[in-house]
Nanobody, 127 residues
Framework: QVQLVESGGGLVQAGGSLRISCAAS????????MGWFRQAPGKERDFVAA????????YYVDSVKGRFTISRDNAKNTVYLQMNSLKPEDTAAYYC????????????????????WGQGTQVTVSS
């Protein structure tokens, strides 16, 4: 089992940058595929990015490609989401998620395939 805690959210102007982090408990962080999702008020929870256990494979939703970068540090049990060129439509609560199933065995863009979730961190982009 793993517990996830996000941090680093906040208020930023359009065009600005923010890095959010997700710290995981336990000693088996490297065995989890990690994902970031976001949810705006009144909307569904949407996939943002995912990274494989070792970090070699990454996937982004089209709307953030070229602006967001997902990374992980298995020695620190942490996954990051660097967000650049932020837009007002990026405003949402951002959640990290973990699944023990390896990349390629599940649809990593579907939130029901993740077993563990953080509490979320709010990102607000002003225009």
């Amino acid at each position: 089992q793993v517990q996830l805690v996000e941090s680093g959210g906040g208020l930023v102007q359009a065009g600005g940058s923010l890095r959010i982090s997700c710290a995981a408990s336990g000693r088996t962080f490297s065995s989890y595929t990690m994902g970031w999702f976001r949810q705006a008020p009144g909307k569904e929870r949407d996939f943002v990015a995912a990274i494989s256990r070792g970090g070699a494979t990454i996937y982004y939703v089209d709307s953030v490609k070229g602006r967001f970068t997902i990374s992980r540090d298995n020695a620190k049990n942490t996954v990051y989401l660097q967000m650049n060129s932020l837009k007002p439509e990026d405003t949402a609560a951002y959640y990290c998620a973990a699944t023990s199933r390896p990349w390629g065995t599940i649809r990593i863009t579907t939130f029901v395939n993740y077993d563990y979730w953080g509490q979320g961190t709010q990102v607000t982009v002003s225009s």
